[in-house]
């Protein structure tokens, strides 16, 4: 299994940037699939954006695209969110998850792990 720490998180303005950092430890970080999910109160937790272990494969939500990028660094074992021109309804709780592959992270399925998450809010 993976553990898994965001940071990165804070108050913005809208059109502002941020970007989100997942560490991670454990031996297979480099075999999974990564990706970030958010969650608002209320509300399921949401796909937001996924990577494959060696990132050359990415899928992002509809409501994201060309505005957030993931990527990894297999070698710090680290996996990042830049998120720019951001909107009030990005504001939630961005979670980091591990485990599966792009396909399933997508569709929420096969997850080992999350992280405690980070708090993203996007005042106007």
């Known amino acids: 299994q993976v553990q898994l720490v965001e940071s990165g998180g804070g108050l913005v303005q809208v059109g502002g940037s941020l970007r989100l950092s997942c560490a991670a430890s454990g031996r297979t970080f480099s075999m999974n699939a990564m990706g970030w999910f958010r969650q608002t109160p209320g509300k399921e937790r949401e796909f937001v954006a996924a990577?494959?272990?060696?990132?050359?494969?990415?899928y992002y939500a509809d409501p994201v695209k060309g505005r957030f990028t993931i990527s990894r660094d297999n070698a710090k074992n680290t996996v990042y969110l830049q998120m720019i021109s951001l909107k009030p309804e990005d504001t939630a709780v961005y979670y980091c998850?591990?485990?599966?592959?792009?396909?399933?992270?997508?569709?929420?399925?096969?997850?080992?792990?999350w992280g405690q998450g980070t708090q993203v809010t996007v005042s106007s």
């Open positions: 998850a591990a485990g599966g592959t792009t396909a399933t992270m997508r569709r929420g399925h096969a997850i080992d792990s």
């Open positions: 990577i494959s272990w060696s990132g050359s494969s990415t």
